[in-house]
């Protein structure tokens, strides 16, 4: 079954500071791989996706991310961070259902404070 | 954004009682899902649809039930609640799998006394 671990719960930045959150996957066969943003009381947002092709993918908001087979990750980066991207980001591993669409499977999260 | 509706968005509900949460969406997706959100867990899903009355389980679904007779509309029924279903619930439509993205509801802020 695959898996997501996001090893850092909580993380503090200054602002204007880069960023990196980690991602790694457990999954048998090459993985969708999808970056989440969720704002308090708000839903989840899309920041970027992988699916194939080239290793580095752009995202909204400034963000990209990195895959890398070979250490099952798919970290995400930031060069400069703004106060505005204070929120909790999850990582998730999609999977095709039989019936088709996706599964989802969500890391637990990694909270994101930016010190002004 | 998505058009994607969730309702209630919030709800207190005492232990034993039915509950039925609602997902409505304008983007005639054929893909729908139920999530939920607990710490320390991130999502889980507990059902999805692929059409019209077409639905499975998902990792989550004991407890759950589900139904969708319309493209737009997609129903989550908690049968009897317990303390252990008090969560947030998200909905959630793709167009189709692999490298279709997941867009997502508000969510329903679900509280079981």
Known sequence: AQSVTQPDIHITVSEGASLELRCNYSYGATPYLFWYVQSPGQGLQLLLKYFSGDTLVQGIKGFEAEFKRSQSSFNLRKPSVHWSDAAEYFCAVGVKLTGGGNKLTFGTGTQLKVEL | DA???QSPRHKVTETGTPVTLRCHQTENHRYMYWYRQDPGHGLRLIHYSYGVKDTDKGEVSDGYSVSRSKTEDF????????SS?????????????????????????????
């Open chain 2, 75 to 82: 129903l989550l029924t908690l049968e009897s609640a317990t």
């Open chain 2, 3 to 5: 058009g994607i509706t």
């Open chain 2, 85 to 113: 279903q008090t969560s947030v619930y998200f909905c959630a439509i793709s167009e189709g799998g692999g490298t279709y993205e997941q867009y997502f509801g508000p969510g329903t802020r679900l509280t079981v006394t």
